[in-house]
T-cell receptor, first 113, second 112 residues
């Protein structure tokens, strides 16, 4: 079955460390997205990519970095510059030009210890 | 820019109908979506409606669209405790490059 997989489900980071969250899809979707969700809050867009080797900043890109070397993969690095990284991170993908919206992964919960 | 607004919270009794409301500002919206998020999980697409439709029904779910008032609603008939979740509406439009704009989500609590 096709889908979008985020790993790990839970991640703990020490202050000052960089960590990378994985997002892989086998849906042959063109576009991929990263969102941050804080408790009781909606979704905030971090980065998105509509084509391999290209990506755009979202509303809250500071302290994060991404790469899109393969169509299937869109990893997110939370750098030490992100001062408040504890949150739930959601990855999504979509087919450009189609109306059926985004497919979401199951999320990664990142906690700073 | 586009804006999508939802009320934060809704509480209903099991067996009653739930109506979750959403308003949006972009008059050029083409598709509008409803997603469901259960605790600790990703978002699951429930249904979507094209902007030239007034209503769409899918089993217990009914979507109503009032394009003049830019108002979207999701009615859940015979609400069950398993319907307790956060519900997000979202919209896209022709010039959005496939991007969705999400509302802040409505937390639905179903009491037994």
């Amino acid at each position: 079955d096709g889908g979008i997989t985020q790993s790990p489900k839970y991640l703990f980071r020490k202050e000052g460390q960089n960590v990378t969250l994985s997002c892989e899809q086998n849906l042959n979707h063109d576009a991929m997205y990263w969102y941050r969700q804080d408790p009781g809050q909606g979704l905030r867009l971090i980065y998105y990519s509509q084509i391999v080797n290209d990506f755009q900043k979202g509303d809250i890109a500071e302290g994060y970095s991404v790469s899109r070397e393969k169509k299937e993969s869109f990893p997110l690095t939370v750098t030490s510059a992100q001062k408040n990284p504890t949150a739930f991170y959601l990855c999504a993908s979509s087919i450009l030009g189609r109306s059926d919206g985004y497919t979401f992964g199951s999320g990664t919960r990142l906690t700073v210890v | 820019g586009e804006d999508v607004e939802q009320s934060l919270f809704l509480s209903v009794r099991e067996g009653d109908s739930s109506v979750i409301n959403c308003t949006y500002t972009d008059s050029s919206s083409t598709y509008l979506y409803w997603y469901k998020q259960e605790p600790g999980a990703g978002l699951q697409l429930l249904t979507y409606i094209f902007s030239n439709m007034d209503m769409k029904q899918d089993q217990r779910l009914t979507v109503l669209l009032n394009k003049k008032d830019k108002h979207l609603s999701l009615r859940i008939a015979d609400t069950q405790t398993g319907d307790s979740a956060i519900y997000f509406c979202a919209e896209t439009h022709n010039n959005a490059g496939n991007m969705l704009t999400f509302g802040g989500g409505t937390r639905l609590m179903v009491k037994p």
